[in-house]
Structures are given as C-alpha cells and as structure tokens.
C-alpha cells in the first residue's frame, strides 16, 4: 500500500492498525458528531467548508471526504493532516497503542531508524524537562519572581510546565547531546543554533519559558520571556519555523483548551502566555494565545474544527483585548479580515485597560469569568468605537457619526441583519432610522456618502432664511427692530457668519442704539465684526429688500424673531431628544429626569413661539 513501508515488519503494521481507534485519532484535531449509522462527521480539515461532509467509519476504521475526496485509514489521516512521513505515523500510532515496532533489518543500525519527526519530538521533551528543573535553581530567582507577581506559585508553574532557560551558552546543547541527540537534530529542533565560531549554542537564554504544545499535547517549542533589563532581545522570543513547529497554526493552551472548547461551544483568545494561565485558572478553560503573531485565517481553522457543533458552525469566537488603541485597532482589523465569522466572533474588553491576567490579579477569578461573560458582539463594539469619537449632542456630530458607522453595517455579510444594526445605529446616535437606512443602503453602493445627500435636516435652509431676514431688519430698520431684535442672542443663529453679524450688532451698541438706519449705522456694524466673511455679507444685507409686501411694522418684526427662535428652540429639542434617547433611564436615572424636564419646558417654550409666529399674540 505505501512504498516506503519496507521497514517496518508488515505483521507490525498490521497490528498497529488493528488496536488503533480512528476516531480517537481524528478526534484528536476535529471534533465529530454522530451522523447515524454508526458514522461520525465533522469539519474537514482538507478544504474549507461551513457544513461537514468529513465522515469517520469506526468499524471499518476509515474516513472519506464527500467534499474534497480525501479519504484512508488512521495512518493516512496523520499522513495528511499534520505532514508526517509513513514511519512517522506508524510510530507515532505504535508509541500510543504501547506496540514496540520491529525493523526490517537491510541497513540493520543498533538504534531502530526513528523518524525525524520522533527524535524531534523527543529532544523537546528532554529539553522541557531540562528548563523545569532549571526553574529551581538560584539563578532562576527573577524567573520565579515574575509568576509570583503574577499570582502563580510553584504549583501553577509545575502545571503549565514553566522552566528557565540558564545563563549559559551551551547548557542545553551538552545536556541533549549527552543524551544522544546530534547537532543536527538540535538545530533542526530549534534548541540551538551555530555560533559564528561553529560552536553550538542555546536559542534562549537567562528567560522564563513556557512550552508550546500542539493538539495532541506533544511539546513543539517554546515561549520565552525576557527577564533581564541587560538582555537586549526582544520581551518575546519564539521558537523559529521548524518541522515541528509552524507559528500559523500554534495556539498556546490549545492542548489544556481543545476539549472545552468543542463542550462549551467557545475559545476565548488572549494575548499571552500568563493571560492563558490567568484564564484556565480562573476557570475559563477555553483560552488560547497565539505565539508571536497575529491570529490569523489558520488559526481559525483549527479552532472552527474543535467548534464544530452538529451541522453547522455555531461557536462563539471571543477576543479578549486590553482597550489600549493597539488592542482597539486589532478587533477593528478582525472585523475587516473576519466577516465570515463576524456573527460568532465577540470582543470582551477589560476594566481599566486590564488583560485578564491583571484582572485575576486585581479583582479575582470571578472578574476573569464575568469579563468573558460581559463579552460584546463584534459589530456592536466596532460600532461604539466608531461613533465614540464624535460629539453626539450635536447635528454635525451625528451626521458626521452616521456617515463613518454606515460603511461598517453596509459590511456585514448577512443582509438581514442590516437593517436590524440600522435601527440600532440610529437608537445609538438619536436619530430616525429613515436617514440611518439610507446612508447605510448609499454605503451598499459604494456611494461616498456626502453631506449633501445625507446631510442636515431639511427644516435648517428655511432657518437660514429667517436668521437672514432678522439681520436685514436690525440693519435696515434698526429704531423700529431694535428692541426686538436685541433681546434674541446670537445662540440663536445657527449659521456661523450670521451669528458673528449678530454679534457685530451688539458689539456696535445693539440696534436698539441707532439713532436712524443707513450709512453710519451699517458702517459701524461692519467695523465692529471681526468675521471677513461677515463683513462682505453685511454690505449685501444692507441693501437686500425685505420679504414683506409694504411697509414693515412691529408685528412683522415680531413674527420674524418668533419664527428665528422657533428654529433654533427646535435644534435644542432635537439635540435634547437625541441625548434623551441615548441615557439609559435605569442607571442614569436622575440625568434622565433633568433632561426630560427641560425638553418639557423648552416644547412649551416651543409651542408659545410659535404662536407668535403665526401671527397671533
Ligand atoms: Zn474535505
């Protein structure tokens, strides 16, 4: 059946076939479900898929793939799915079922021809048993310091198989080497590497160490942290790419984490090796890190396999981020690379900037829990994010928040759930829904969503006009306007240039202080603004007619400054309303009744205005 079996004794293999369960070894990385007949399926690891189409056949101890076709017994699987040679799985397979292999003897050496793979897996535990017992020692003093401060004693330390790289060149090497490891072996491990004199020496040194385990719980590498302010390293050293060792795959804890992970449904990502220790400790047993890199589309693979739930993907993916802007940008960039997951994938963020080892630390393990329980959907947390940089108690503010939040709901890929985070963008920023859908549907497009198509609430052109009208009152016909029109600030005025001319107006003494309209008075008026703009609009005011059939009198006046401030009570309702909208009434209970008597007081106010307004006194 495979051409490079001559070695092992054909009755060998036969034998390691036959007291291997497939399942047990396929389960190892893949999580299967019943699929009747006695059948169980899962997640290929083959080819991408949402719904499985991996079977595994105990009984006849085989796994077929209807999706990609890849298909054979347990040997083949590890063959396959983690790149080992033919001896290489059978050993593997052999050392499991507690079967001593017998070789062919052609090249007949006195040491059974293991395969790399094994040796390399052998020198790795040699060389973590090796650190662990460093660990003790009076040179790892500030190695044990380090996890004291953390909260984790010698027992947790022996737990998750803390060690200590010593402060020597070549202290490993000549341990391994004594136990029969060659050179060629270690370096291909990782352990070490050749000096520049050809001298083999130790990858870490003076570091606290934390082994790296794959799934079948085989250590493959190591973490190291730098301990020493003379050791000019980077705070993080990882084993470097290796047969064993491939950083794209490897999640720290996965060994400890894969069987919670498939039973609970989750896998919570943290960021390092003692926030994975706090987790587990904690009593969130599901928690990963990756080990020098970002978490990436294969890591997803791996994690989506263990999730795999029935006949489809249901897990959840929780990130855990400090809310530092790092952290920040990286689950904004897992909402970018992420949308085929964006519906499972959730954020918890600490208190007070916290990662959940400080948490433990700080608050106990019950804060570690409840930060994973308090976790947020991913869109909404990008959704806060986004809109939180800008002032929402005004119109500009919620405009300009809907015109950045838009694209990022138009991104989900599930076009249902878009109008369902329209309507909660728009509780969010106290708006309607009906301009939050449509810059949302724009975004849909690829519509760059100016403010003109989304902008300002249509009733803010007529204001204009009337802040227009007043100033032309104040200027043309200031001994019959004045009065009037100096009791109305220049709050009112919503436009930036008017507001300055109002403020020329008072700065000349108020209208009410013109002796008589024309030249003088609007000359004065002009000296008095400091606004370039305002000044060039004052000459065009001065000289504009007024909306009015006839002569002015007193009740135009008063209907226009009714009419400006009906506008600009409007604005305040409408802010007021948004900022009501936004409160919780529950936990801000008391701001909420403020508020909502001012806005009770200002829609009476309102309401008076416009009365007048309309003519009436
Ligand atoms: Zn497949």
């Excluded at 403010?451 to 249509?458: E, V």
Aim: net charge neutral; with cysteine; aromatic share 6%.
């Amino acid at each position: 059946m495979y051409a490079v079996a001559g070695r092992v004794k054909d009755e060998d293999i036969a034998l390691v076939r036959d007291r291997t369960s497939i399942a047990d070894i396929i389960s190892e990385s893949v999580t299967l479900r019943p699929a009747g007949g006695g059948n169980l399926k899962g997640l290929c690891p083959f080819h991408d898929e949402k719904t499985p189409s991996f079977t595994v056949a105990p009984a006849r101890g085989v796994f077929y793939c209807h999706g990609c076709g890849q298909g054979g017994d347990a040997i083949k699987f590890l063959m396959d799915a983690e790149h080992l040679s033919f001896l290489e799985s059978i050993e593997r397979l052999a050392s499991r079922a507690g079967i001593t292999l017998r070789y062919d003897s052609d090249n007949s050496p006195q040491r059974p021809q293991t395969g790399l793979r094994q040796r390399l897996l052998a020198a790795h535990v040699a060389a973590a048993e090796f650190y662990c017992d460093q660990l003790t020692t009076p040179g790892a003093r500030k190695a044990r310091e380090f996890l004291a401060h953390r909260g984790f004693g010698r027992d947790a330390a022996e737990r998750y198989g803390c060690g200590f790289a010593p402060d020597a060149w070549d202290a490993l090497a000549k341990h391994l080497r004594q136990k029969g490891f060659t050179a060629e072996e270690l370096t291909t491990a990782g352990l070490t590497r050749a000096a520049r004199s050809g001298s083999l020496i130790d990858r870490f040194r003076r570091r606290l160490l934390w082994p790296i385990k794959d799934l079948s719980g085989d250590v493959i590498g190591f973490g190291a942290r730098k301990l020493f302010d003379d050791d000019d390293g980077p705070k993080y050293l990882n084993t470097p790419e290796t047969p064993l060792y491939k950083k794209s795959h490897v999640l720290y804890g996965i060994d400890h984490a894969k069987r919670e992970i498939a039973r609970r449904g989750r896998a919570v990502i943290v960021e390092g090796y003692t926030d994975v220790m706090a987790c587990h400790e904690a009593g969130e047993p599901t928690a990963v890190a990756t080990c020098g890199t970002a978490f990436g589309i294969d890591h997803i693979g791996v994690l989506r396999r263990l999730l795999m739930d029935s006949d489809s993907f249901t897990g959840e993916i929780i990130y855990t981020f400090d809310g530092d802007a790092a952290g920040q940008k990286a689950a904004l960039r897992a909402f970018e690379e992420d949308q085929r997951f964006v519906g499972r994938t959730f954020i918890a963020v600490g208190p007070d900037d916290m990662d959940p080892c400080e948490l433990r630390l700080a608050r106990g393990d019950l804060a570690v829990r409840d930060l994973i329980a308090g976790r947020e959907p991913l869109v909404d947390f990008a959704l806060r994010h986004t809109i939180a940089r800008f002032d929402l108690d005004t119109v500009e503010g919620r405009v300009e928040a809907m015109r950045r939040a838009a694209p990022l709901v138009a991104k989900i890929k599930d076009r249902e759930k878009r109008p369902e985070y329209a309507r909660k963008l728009a509780g969010d920023l106290g708006m309607d829904l009906e301009p939050v859908l449509r810059a949302v549907n724009a975004a849909v497009r690829g519509d760059p969503a100016g403010p003109g198509t989304l902008g300002r609430p249509a009733a803010e052109a007529p204001q204009r006009l009337v802040e227009r009208e007043s100033l032309k009152l104040a200027l043309q016909e200031p001994v019959l306007a004045g009065p009037m029109f100096d009791v109305v600030g220049p709050e009112n005025y919503g436009d930036g240039v008017y507001r300055a001319i109002r403020s020329a107006v008072q700065a000349a003494g108020g209208a009410a202080s013109a002796s008589s309209g024309g030249v003088v008075w609007i000359e004065k008026v002009r000296d008095a603004c400091e606004d370039l703009g305002g000044r060039a609009v004052i000459s065009e005011l001065a000289v504009e007619p007024l909306h009015v059939n006839g002569a002015v009198d007193p009740r135009y006046v008063q209907i226009t400054m009714a009419r400006l401030q009906v506008g600009s009570v409007t604005t305040r309702i409408r802010d007021l309303k948004s900022k009501v909208q936004r409160l919780n009434p529950v936990t801000h209970k008391d701001d909420y009744l403020a508020l909502a008597g001012e806005l009770f007081s200002l829609e009476q106010q309102a309401r008076a205005l416009r009365e007048q307004a309309a003519g009436g006194l």
